[in-house]
């Protein structure tokens, strides 16, 4: 690997891990899979910095993309690639939806905290209400999401293990296991998304690894 596919790759994995969960962790309000009349209030008392660092969280997903093909562009091997790719495309399309359930919560998170301001619980219970199918919509989406996250990890562990010893045992593990355990609690407890959140901190931390290892074995 060159000096410049190095940085480029491992900045990458450092900048997706910073974006998404320091983006989310920073949030002045967090938003729960279904709005509810007080997330509202919540984001408007602190709606430039809450919208700001959701953006900040929601192009972290984009950054990741980056990260993953640049990874995928540094797999040599043809027993590596025909599993690396794949899994890329699969894992990439899991982030992008990621991001898309993501921008709907931005949005109306945003939209809902001024235009709810000031109003009756009625209407802001009636605002909800018309929220209520489309909400729905969007969590299946998040559902998927994760799921197309974890095959594509799993799927990338094991080319990634055929590629050799370049990679650490312990970094490509651990996203194995990652991408496991998002299948099965996702899949297994479909109506406690709630459940995932360790996996989403794991794997924030499992991309700030790669990147270190990236630099290190470059």
Known sequence: MSDFEVNVTGGFFLAASAMLWLGWILLPAKLGDYFVPTDFP?????RRLWIWLYRVHLFGHVVAVMALVALATLVSGEES???????VAVLGTGLM???????????????GSLDMDGQSDEAVDG???SLRATTEY???LVRFSRVF????????VIGLLLQGAIWPVWLVGFGGLLGIAGMALTMG??????????????NAL????????????G
């Open 127 to 129: 605002f909800i209400t």
């Open 149 to 156: 996250i974890g095959v594509g990890q799993v799927v990338l």
């Open 81 to 87: 690639r025909i599993l690396v790719w794949p899994a």
């Open 42 to 46: 919540a984001v408007l008392k602190r």
């Open 189 to 202: 407890l479909p109506d406690n998304l709630k459940l995932y959140r360790p996996v989403f901190h794991l």
């Open 97 to 111: 939806m990621g991001a898309i359930a993501a921008a709907f919560y931005y949005h109306f998170g945003a939209w």
């Open 138 to 140: 969007v969590t299946c």
């Open 206 to 217: 499992w991309l700030l690894a790669f990147g270190l290892v990236v630099f290190t074995v």
